[in-house]
């Protein structure tokens, strides 16, 4: 699983800052294929919007996009079906115990909005 959280990042990380334009869906499993016995993970039928504005404010939201995109299909994978993140948080309670510190942080920080973020950072809560 690691080496395919690792190419999927990868691939969205392509998307945040190669690709010109928006995308018009979320990407989610559906979205994503592997192929050769594992080793090539392709991501397909997706659907592009306009081009990005050519601003530094637009290029950080179509960021943030992305990188929830990435988080919402990691949750995917650790339940092995769709998972919808409940505002209380529960999901994030249940996830801690399931997965390693490290990458239960990595997740929550990308799901979670930029003030929220910033609220916790303050308070130390992404200390490992």
Do not use: H
């Amino acid at each position: 699983m690691r080496y395919w959280a690792k190419e999927i990042l990868y691939g969205m990380k392509d998307l945040a800052y190669k690709s010109i334009y928006t995308l018009k869906r979320k990407i989610t499993l559906d979205n994503i294929f592997i192929e050769n016995s594992g080793l090539g993970i392709y991501f397909k039928n997706i659907a592009f919007g306009p081009e990005c504005e050519d601003n530094k404010e637009a290029f950080k939201e179509y960021e943030a996009v992305c990188m929830k995109n990435y988080a919402q299909i990691l949750l995917d994978v650790i339940y092995g079906k769709p998972v919808k993140v409940d505002k209380e948080g529960k999901l994030f309670e249940d996830l801690r115990s399931i997965v390693d510190p490290t990458f239960y942080y990595i997740i929550w920080f990308m799901y979670k909005e930029k003030k929220e973020r910033k609220k916790n950072l303050l308070k130390g809560a992404l200390c490992i």
